[in-house]
């Protein structure tokens, strides 16, 4: 399961980090049944004061592409090489090699977006199942 960053306005929200609680209910449930399930909060990996330098420059680059995708009215995804790369980068955190189904939670219509960008991504360059689903 993968929790995608959200594309936080500047402000207050900037640094609030969304909890996802569906996602663990549900996280916990496929455990108790047997399946193997590993979740990974890049929101919360990309805002903690303990993350990598590397890692807090990609924060300004998600909130340039949020500004960009929703002033031009429409989704551009990976065509854009500035997007390509900010997808690589966020796969980049995320391990997301030898899973049957990768699964995104999505807690916020701030996600949204970033959810579509790696997505697209990952079904470009794998054959993996996505899914995805939160409160929206």
Same mark, same amino acid.
């Given at each position: 399961? !993968?929790?995608? /960053?959200?594309? %936080?306005? #500047? ?6 980090? =969304?909890?996802?609680? $569906? ?22 990996? !990309?805002?903690? /004061?303990?993350? %990598?330098? #590397? ?6 680059? =998600?909130?340039?592409? $949020? ?22 980068? !966020? ?46």
């Amino acid at each position: 399961m !993968l929790v995608p /960053p959200a594309i %936080h306005p #500047k402000g207050p929200e900037a640094s609030r980090i =969304l909890l996802p609680h $569906g996602i663990s209910i549900l996280t916990s449930f496929l455990r108790q049944n047997g399946i193997f399930v590993d979740i990974q909060d890049l929101d919360a990996e !990309l805002r903690s /004061p303990h993350s %990598h330098l #590397k890692q807090r420059k990609i924060l300004p680059k =998600l909130s340039k592409y $949020g500004c960009l995708q929703l002033k031009t009215g429409c989704y551009t995804g990976i065509t854009d090489k500035r997007n390509d790369l900010l997808a690589t980068s !966020l796969l980049d955190l995320a391990s997301v090699q030898s899973y049957d189904l990768i699964g995104f939670g999505v807690n916020s219509e701030l996600q949204i977006l970033t959810v579509l960008l790696l997505a697209e991504k990952i079904k470009k360059h794998t054959i993996y199942r996505l899914l995805s689903g939160g409160r929206m």
